[in-house]
């Protein structure tokens, strides 16, 4: 069972950092790479870039919460959210796979 998670392409939970304005703030957010891929499927089917999407989330739970403790937390669990939600096309499920 463990090969299926230890047997996985080191890229996908290699870290990359990238800078981006969040409401207008220049910030950096450093997350691993399956993670950026997803923002970026979120992104694209939503219609935006990953960072106006990011943004854009950034200021829905400032709305709804206030600041969030650890923004890149939340980003990781938004990933968890979407996959969880059945949303995605069935050839990107397979791909992630």
Do not use: K
Request: charge should be negative.
């Amino acid at each position: 069972m463990c090969e299926v998670f230890a047997g996985q392409d080191p890229h996908r939970y290699a870290l990359t950092t990238r800078r981006l304005r969040i409401n207008g703030q220049s910030t950096s957010i450093r997350l691993e790479n399956a993670f950026w891929a997803l923002l970026d499927e979120i992104s694209e089917r939503d219609g935006l870039s990953t960072p106006a999407f990011i943004s854009q989330l950034h200021s829905e739970v400032l709305i709804l919460r206030g600041e969030p403790a650890n923004f890149t937390s939340l980003l990781r669990t938004a990933c968890l959210v979407f996959m969880a939600s059945g949303t995605r096309p069935q050839a990107a499920q397979m791909a992630a796979e």
